[in-house]
Every structure is written in C-alpha cells, then in structure tokens.
C-alpha cells in the first residue's frame, strides 16, 4: 500500500504534538502508527513491529502497543495470527483498571472479541463484542458501529438469527453515516442484502442497490461483488431472466475473480437457457470452474441436465437428473443436521444470557440487601446508643439518690448522737451502714468500668460493651449483712414491724421480706429494682400489689404502715 500524502502530514503533525505534550502523553511511534491504521495497515504494523520493550518508559505504553499490534495484524491480514490472547488481555487489563481511557478499552475489547472468535471461542467472542458495544462512548460512532458489525456477523454466521443480524447492521449504518465511512457502509449494505435474501425481497433489492451505488463511487471494483447477488435475487424470486442475465454479464466481464462465486456461473447459465439461448448457456458452462462443495455439484448436474433436456437428450438428461436429486436429499439431510447444530447453539446462548441475567439480578438483590443491613445497622447502633445513655443516666440518677440518702443518715446520726439518744442512734447508724455497703457495692464497680465508657466513635461492639458493662455494673448481689442491717434498722423504728408481718402473715416469702423492708424506708423505685436485681420499675409496683394482696387487707401500703404504728392492726 501507498500511503496519501495527507495521511503523511497528518502522522508527522501528530508525533509533533505527541512530542510536545509532557510526560503524559503516548509513545510518538505508537501514536503515528494508530494515525496510519486505517489508510496504510501495512505500515503501521511495520512501525508497531519497530517499538521494543527497551524503547517503551512505562506500563500504559506497552499496553497501547499491544492493542495496536493486534488491530494492525487483524486489519492487514483479515484475520488474527496470535496463537493465544494474552497481548490483547494484557491491553484489557491495564484499559479497564485506568480512567480516561474509554476509546482504547473499547477498542481492546474489540479485538479481545476477535481473537476469541479467530481462537474458536465464539461464546467469548460475542460477549466481549457486546461488552464493546456497552463501553462505547455515545460519540464513539466508529467503534459502535464495528461492534454492532461483529456481533451481526455472528449472529448471522454461527447462530442463525438473521433478524437479530439484520437490526445490528441497520444500527452500524446509522454510526458509519455519522462519520461517512463509506468502505463500512457499503459493507453493511452488502450484508443487509446477503442476509435478507428470499425472505425480504424487496429490502433486499434496496440493500444490494444501495451497496452497488456507494461502490460505484468509492471502491468500483466491490460493486460486482453485489451485482452478483442481485442477479441471483432477481433470477430465482422476480425471474426477470433478461435483467438477471445482464447484470451477471457485466460482473463476467468486468468483475475479479474474488466476486465471482461459484452460484454466479449458475445464475448466468441458466438465465441463457431460460431465454432459449442454448449455445450462450453452454459456453457459460464451459467457463464455470470444478465443482467445491456438494451444493455447487448439484448446480452442476442440475446445469448439465437442463442444457441436456432443451436439447433432447433424454439419457443425459436422466442421469445428471438422478445426479443432481441424489445430492439434493444429500445436502437437505445436512442442513437438517446443521438446523440442529445451531439450534443447539442459540439455546446455549440463551442458556448464557439467562446466567449473566440471573448473575445481574443476584448482585442487585445482594446488593440491596446488603444496603438494607447497613441502615438496620445503623440504626441498631443508635437504638442502643440512646438506650446506653439512658441507661447512665439511671446509674448516675441512683448514685445521687444514695448520696442523698447518705448524707440524710449521717446528719440524722450526728443529731441522735447530740442529743445523748443511743437507741436512735444505733439504728440509723445500722441503717446508714447497710445504704453505705449498696453504694460502695455500686461505686466499686462503676469505677472499675470508668475507663471503658470514654469512646469518641460510636460502633456496634462498643455499644453492645457498654450495655453489657452497665447490666453487670447494676447486677448487684447485696450480702445477708446488707439484710440484717437494713431488716434491724426498719424493725426498730417501725416498732417491730417485720416480726409482726412475718409471724401474722406466714404467706409472704423471705423475698417479700426484703422488699417489704426497702419499701418501709422510703427509698425510690429505682433502689429497690437495683437492690432486688428488678427488670424494670413496673416491678416493684406489681411486688408491691403481691404484699398487699397477701396480706388480704383493703389498703394501701402506707395506710397499712400508719395503722400499725397507730396500734389498730393488734
């Protein structure tokens, strides 16, 4: 190839700029050989071929050249000539793992695609052509409608969906008029009217004309290569043979032998013998080369009999006849057997497509639920978070209250001391002394905790430590000394009170005992809970109740209180 004039300032102009702009731009070799890959493939493959690892600084340079080795050997040769896809992956690899660079990953997963399909591995190769698709920028007309090419390319050759083909191409051609490629719009044309066939006539007829029209301007020798196609359409659905004869006329005449296929010579010889043109039938007859395949071999003999029978001869014609029926039930044996082939390939990939669907809906689902669970999470963790502060604010509420009660004892000691009455004094003193054993119980612990309550961050394990340091601080086991100074202290003040209720009322419990003792020095709920290891407050109201109704009075607790001390329940 002669590479233009233009595209030559253009790669020069390029390097220049590449050049001048700093370390983050690529390697100037490589940028000129991605300028000349679409008018000198031969060229830019040399100068790709030209950059060694030695003369590349950094991990993106290699990658670029990766890509554009593959692209280049893929646009030279038609086909890939790597034996494995590792160049081309490692280009994917570094494309994905690095923004700013959505054109060339696009492009890698192109060609990764390519490879896939050269290697046999046509499941990946659609996948990755899709995954092209996907990646392209809205703007990226050219790698949009390549992709879309591709992926129609294998839906019509290696799993039969023509439609599926058909609505691909039609896509391409919008992307290609965007940046009015010609070269991949006569293509798509070409196909289009390759794939429509029989089925859409008339879109075919548009299709190939359409093809023939932007060749006829762009690149002459490509329109006989869908003359021919139209002669065909038009010989076998509108049996226009004088038409169908000229066109496969014009492409003997003037086509390559690349645009010549082997049906062509068939279309052209039976078109003579339609329109009685024996001789002109023969001599097209002459000139078809041998036979490939059994499906031009039936054209063959199915040639030779037709030429046989306008000439009468009834032997030969019987024979090549018989031929011709024989390699037909051969070729509909085969295509029945293919049908099956690939009627098991688009169900595999359906069966494909349901996975990553369900794979899709999997990762939504998971990830849904896993965001669900951070906000109950979250929310868990302020639950417990204000629960815990209540919780300290309990705490801190009953130390006050012990104080209060302490120094309300000691003060009352301190007045019965003055006042020379031992008795009293004795009994507040055994009282101040069994408050001071539950508060020091309490204190002990809550100073053994302090440390761990100073948490500046807010998380779910320091919540549920905090919660559990508060159930064991406030899980107080008091000792039968606590009892007995508490019980003595009430009884002789409250002139033998305890006796009393525990010799008339035998149905109340030791534990009952020890409430009904709290309750009569008029301590706060909240003690009494600590004191008896309550769940709640309600409790000692329901405790409370129980006394009452065992003792069977109609009365409250205090009324109960001040009956006795009056001396009216003797």
């Known amino acids: 190839m002669k590479q233009p004039l233009y595209s030559t300032l253009m790669a020069v102009l390029v390097i220049m700029v590449s050049g001048c702009g700093g370390a983050h731009r690529y390697d100037g070799q490589l940028v000129q050989a991605d300028s000349l890959m679409w008018t000198d493939a031969d060229s830019a493959l ?13 991990e993106r340079d290699r990658a670029y050249r990766d890509l554009l080795m593959t692209q280049a050997r893929y646009k030279c040769y038609q086909e890939i000539t790597a034996h494995d896809d590792s160049a081309i992956t490692r280009a994917m690899d570094y494309f994905s793992a690095h923004s700013g660079e959505r054109e060339k990953l696009t492009r890698a997963y192109l060609y990764k695609g390519a490879v896939m399909e050269e290697l046999g591995h046509i499941d990946s190769a659609m996948f990755y052509y899709k995954t092209a698709e996907a990646n392209a920028g809205p703007k990226d007309y050219y790698n949009l409608g390549y992709s879309k090419m591709r992926i129609a390319d294998l839906y019509n050759k290696q799993y039969s969906q023509n439609d599926a083909a058909i609505v691909r191409l039609k896509d391409a051609i919008k992307n290609f008029e965007h940046i009015n490629d010609t070269t991949f719009l006569i293509s798509c044309y070409g196909t289009l009217g390759a794939i429509s066939g029989i089925k859409y006539p008339d879109s075919t007829v548009l299709y190939l004309n359409k093809a023939i029209e932007l060749a006829q301007h762009f690149d002459p020798p490509r329109q006989y290569t869908y003359k021919s196609k139209l002669a065909g359409l038009i010989y076998y659905h509108d049996q226009d043979y004088p038409r169908a004869n000229r066109l496969a006329m014009d492409v003997f005449k003037n086509g390559s032998e690349d645009c010549l296929e082997y049906q062509f010579y068939y279309y052209a010889t039976m078109t003579y013998l339609k329109m009685g043109l024996i001789d002109s039938a023969k001599y ?8 490939i395949d059994a499906v031009d071999s039936m054209n063959w003999y199915n040639a030779v009999a037709e030429i046989a029978k306008a ?10 006849a018989v031929k011709s029926s024989d390699l037909t039930s051969d070729i509909l044996a085969e295509s029945k057997e293919k049908q099956l082939v690939e009627a098991e390939q688009v169900f595999n990939m359906q069966q494909i497509v349901k996975k990553e669907q369900a794979i899709k809906s999997r990762s939504h689902t998971l990830s ?11 929310l868990l963790i302020g639950f417990l978070h204000r629960r815990l502060k209540l919780k300290e604010k309990e705490r801190q509420f009953m130390e006050q209250e012990l104080k209060a009660t302490i120094t309300s004892l000691r003060e009352r000691l301190k007045q019965q ?6 008795n009293i004094s004795a009994l507040v003193k055994c009282r101040l002394e ?14 053994r905790e302090e440390n761990s309550k100073k948490r500046s961050i807010v998380t779910l394990r320091g919540v549920l430590s905090g919660i559990g340091e508060h159930y064991q601080l406030m899980n107080v086991h008091m000792g039968d000394s606590f009892w007995e100074k508490l019980r003595t202290s009430v009884d002789g003040e409250f ?6 209720v525990e010799q008339r009322y035998p149905t109340l419990t030791p534990r009952d005992i020890r409430i009904f003792c709290l309750l009569c020095t008029n301590v706060s709920p909240q003690i009494i809970k600590i004191c008896m290891n309550l769940t709640n407050v ?3 109201s329901n405790y409370r109740g129980n006394i009452m109704g065992k003792i069977g009075l109609d009365m409250t607790f205090d009324e109960f209180i001040l009956k006795y001390l009056n001396g009216d329940l003797n």
Request: charged share 15%.
């Open 368 to 378: 849904v639920t896993l965001a669900v669970l951070a906000i109950l999470l979250v």
């Open 311 to 320: 000439e009468d001869n009834h032997i030969s014609y019987g024979e090549n």
């Open 46 to 58: 040399l100068l790709v071929n030209s950059v060694g690892d030695s003369s590349l600084g950094s």
């Open 284 to 291: 097209m007859l002459a000139n078809t080369p041998p036979p």
């Open 495 to 500: 002139n033998g009170i305890i006796s009393f």
């Open 434 to 447: 069994a408050f001071q054993e539950l508060f020091d119980s309490i204190r002990f612990k809550a100073k």
């Open 417 to 422: 001391m003055d006042s020379n009455n031992s």
């Open 538 to 540: 309600k409790t000692v």
